[in-house]
């Protein structure tokens, strides 16, 4: 069975308020907070009133009410129960519940703790552990307002008591007490969690990192898009340098920005791609003769005449690479005999071991009777020959001054 007033007859029945209200509570109290406190309150005389949200009921928006329950609660007249959906415990006027339950000493730290932790309000029990950062770790209590506020961002609004214990513990073992130590220590945190840090600690470094660190860390992220794991993925190019540097590292992301590679996968795969034109690189020198280890521009202008469909075979760079082997100048002579490889689309090592026939023929013809004038060249191919093309990115090499 069912009876209940219909809606119009309960709209005509009467909600009793506390005079204690009027008097103690409302003078206080901005309209829309006493609004949203009336309003609920019938609901509770009435829950069929209930069809109707409170915000819809009153034309405000929902966070407009939950901020006035919010206030009711610092009050000690409604208790929060849940955020969503918005459930609401009205509580007796006679005994809101911060006013009898709280020690007089503690009750205006409660309600800067209640504002704080807001629309969450500890229970009697939490307080009680609350109490004892105070008591037994001897936390001033605007440092506990810090600490509680820390691990909410920590692990959330609705971050475990014992958790905060537990860092209240850690705290006062540490020696942090007044609210400038727990300033300090929070901005440490927050240095050490920067993503900078990571890249520190990445390239064994056991410090903090500086302001301009952290700046221009964001601004890899924010302006040109990389996410922490990305740059991470570049930094292993840069441990094996002597000091590696976020400028150097700043470098390395530019260019991979400007190749539109964002995602740590293909940073890691481009990584890859030098380290294996980097040991190619070492194995020309080698064929020549050098002992030097290739820089990143040898790398660069070697890659050059491999690049593109028309690009010379590995096999044919190291044939070129020994003959250069007693040249003075060996990495230019090296580019000048690519360079005119390539302008003759030669392509096999068969075609490259005929060009060098060719050019010893004519440098050494069999029925001369002159003898060769002593050069230090390498079968009539000039040695500092200017590159076009594409290869005119080729512009000094420091073997050749």
């Known amino acids: 069975m069912n009876i209940h007033f219909s809606p119009e007859a309960q709209k005509r029945e009467q909600t009793p308020v506390d005079n204690l209200f009027f008097s103690e509570f409302m003078p206080d109290a ?34 407009a009410v939950l901020t006035a329950f919010v206030y009711w609660q610092s009050k000690g007249l409604v208790r929060i129960l849940k955020e969503d959906p918005l459930e609401v415990e009205y509580l007796t006027v006679e005994q809101p519940a911060v006013t009898t339950a709280v020690p007089l000493k503690y009750q205006s730290f409660v309600r800067a703790l209640n504002e704080l932790t807001a629309p969450r309000q500890f229970s009697m029990r939490e307080l ?31 971050v475990s008591i014992q958790y905060i214990s537990t860092v209240a513990k850690s705290w006062a073992d540490a020696g942090i007490f007044t609210y400038e130590q727990a300033r300090d220590y929070i901005a440490n945190a927050m240095v050490r969690k920067h ?59 530019r260019e991979l920005y400007e190749q539109n590679k964002l995602k740590a996968a293909d940073i890691r795969a481009d990584s890859e791609s030098i380290s294996d034109e980097k040991e190619f690189a070492r194995m020309v020198f080698a064929r020549m003769g050098k002992v030097s280890t290739p820089t990143r521009d040898d790398v660069r202008q070697l890659s050059v005449f491999m690049d593109g469909p028309d690009g010379l075979s590995r096999e044919v760079v190291l044939l070129a690479a020994e003959e250069c082997a007693d040249a003075e100048r060996p990495f230019g002579k090296l580019k000048t005999i690519l360079k005119d490889w390539m302008e003759r689309h030669i392509g096999t090592v068969a075609e490259a071991q005929k060009a060098l026939a060719e050019k010893k023929e004519t440098f050494y013809p069999v029925d001369s009777s002159h003898k060769a004038r002593k050069r230090n060249t390498l079968l009539n191919y000039a040695e500092a020959a200017p590159a076009t093309a594409n290869i005119e990115e080729i512009s000094l090499d420091l073997d050749e001054l």
């Open 30 to 63: 901005e309209g829309e907070a006493v609004k949203v406190y009336l309003y609920g309150l019938m609901q509770c005389r009435f829950p069929s009133m209930g069809d109707v949200s409170v915000a819809e009921a009153l034309n405000l928006t929902e966070g």
């Open 128 to 158: 009680g552990h609350i109490y004892d950062c105070l008591e037994v770790f001897h936390l001033e209590e605007k440092a506990v307002l810090e600490l509680v506020s820390h691990c909410m961002e920590e692990k959330g609004r609705r």
């Open 195 to 253: 993503g900078a840090a990571a890249v520190l600690r990445r390239w064994s470094k056991r410090r903090l990192p500086t302001l301009d660190e952290m700046t221009m860390y964001d601004r890899w992220v924010k302006e040109w898009g990389f996410d922490d794991e990305a740059i991470l993925a570049a930094c292993p190019r840069l441990t094996s340098t002597s000091s590696p540097s976020f400028e150097a590292l700043g470098d390395r992301l």
